[in-house]
């Protein structure tokens, strides 16, 4: 079992430009999530989803879309990328929903927006 | 609203001294509690939690934490520093719903 995957690992882009993070599991978990990670401020929390075609927002969702069509995948896209959003951005999944689940974690893909 | 604070962002330890990294949580429910250690260019992954229970938790490579709700903490402690220990660790509180808040982190280095 692969797990948690993200790509890509690493990518740059320009003020403006829009991508796509990928994520996918082999754990057939209903949880998934999007963090960011910045130095000193930890994780913060983007955006979840509970279950195929559910999504809901986190603590920063703004100019981040996701979307939910399948288990197995969670794609987090950015409409429009700034410099406040180079970060390095972790998706993560759990067996169920409910807060009390172990989360499992992906390497993580590390964005520079210039 | 749930909120996370780890006190020292970076703590330095001598191989086989006791580390201890702190952890105090707001939560307007009873808490769900985590540590997750995090090594270099890696993922996240969970140490120890508390959900309900035994107060003292053990986890995976000989640390504990004790969920003391008069203190409103989650310490964690480990009563030997390997090498292998430093990495960042990270305390988290759940609602009991859906959310889980991450604390700022803590840098652990271990000194030879």
């Known amino acids: 079992n692969a797990g948690v995957t993200q790509t890509p690992k690493f990518q740059v882009l320009k003020t403006g430009q829009s991508m796509t993070l990928q994520c996918a599991q082999d754990?057939?978990?209903?949880?998934m999530s999007w963090y960011r990670q910045d130095p000193g401020m930890g994780l913060r929390l983007i955006h979840y989803?509970?279950?195929?075609?559910?999504?809901d927002q986190g603590e920063v969702p703004n100019g981040y879309n996701v979307s939910r069509s399948t288990t197995e995948d969670f794609p987090l896209r950015l409409l429009s990328a700034a410099p406040s959003q180079t970060s390095v951005y972790f998706c993560?999944?759990?067996?169920?929903?409910?807060?009390?689940?172990?989360?499992?974690f992906g390497p993580g893909t590390r964005l520079t927006v210039l | 609203a749930q909120s996370v604070t780890q006190l020292g962002s970076h703590v330095s330890v001598s191989e086989g001294a006791l580390v201890l990294l702190r952890c105090n949580y707001s939560?307007?429910?009873?808490?769900?509690l985590f540590w997750y250690v995090q090594y270099p260019n890696q993922g996240l992954q969970l140490l120890l939690k508390?959900?309900?229970?035994?107060?003292l938790v053990k986890g995976i490579n000989g640390f504990e934490a004790e969920f003391k709700k008069s203190e409103t903490s989650f310490h964690l402690t480990k009563p030997s520093a390997h090498m292998s220990d430093a990495a960042e660790y990270f305390c988290?509180?759940?609602?009991?719903?859906?959310?889980?808040?991450f604390g700022p982190g803590t840098s652990l280095s271990v000194i030879p």
């Open positions: 993560a999944t759990a067996a169920t929903q409910g807060s009390y689940n172990e989360q499992f």
């Open positions: 754990m057939n978990h209903e949880y």
């Open positions: 989803s509970v279950g195929a075609g559910i999504t």
């Open positions: 939560s307007s429910v009873p808490p769900y």
């Open positions: 508390y959900t309900t229970g035994a107060t």
């Open positions: 988290a509180v759940s609602d009991r719903r859906d959310k889980v808040i």
